[in-house]
Nanobody, 111 residues
Framework: QVQLVESGGGLVQPGGSLRLSCAASGIYFRIYTTAWYRQAPGKQREWVAGITSPGTTNYADSVKGRFTISRDNAKNTVYLQMNSLKPEDTAVYYC?????WGQGTQVTVSS
């Protein structure tokens, strides 16, 4: 059974940083494309960043230059380093390796 578990969310001031983690069991991230999505209150879930099996990364325009997705194959964990956070980054962040989803971790950017 595949399980994805996100962690690392929290409350941070604008301009601050957080690193989200997504640990997997029952699946090897290095074989699949993994992505981070987010969903803000009252909005649809949106794609944020992805990393392919070979390690190619892609980002939504709204986070490009501020967020970095990476993968540690030994730990079977995918990360999302988020810098220069803005209030509009506030959302529940989800890890996805199709068709599997984690439970989400809340990120709140506020002063």
């Amino acid at each position: 059974q595949v399980q994805l578990v996100e962690s690392g969310g929290g409350l941070v001031q604008p301009g601050g940083s957080l690193r989200l983690s997504c640990a997997a069991s029952g699946i090897y991230f290095r074989i699949y494309t993994t992505a981070w999505y987010r969903q803000a209150p009252g909005k649809q879930r949106e794609w944020v960043a992805g990393i392919t099996s070979p390690g190619t990364t892609n980002y939504a325009d709204s986070v490009k230059g501020r967020f970095t997705i990476s993968r540690d194959n030994a730990k079977n964990t995918v990360y999302l380093q988020m810098n220069s956070l803005k209030p509009e980054d506030t959302a529940v962040y989800y890890c996805n390796t199709y068709p599997n989803w984690g439970q989400g971790t809340q990120v709140t950017v506020s002063s």
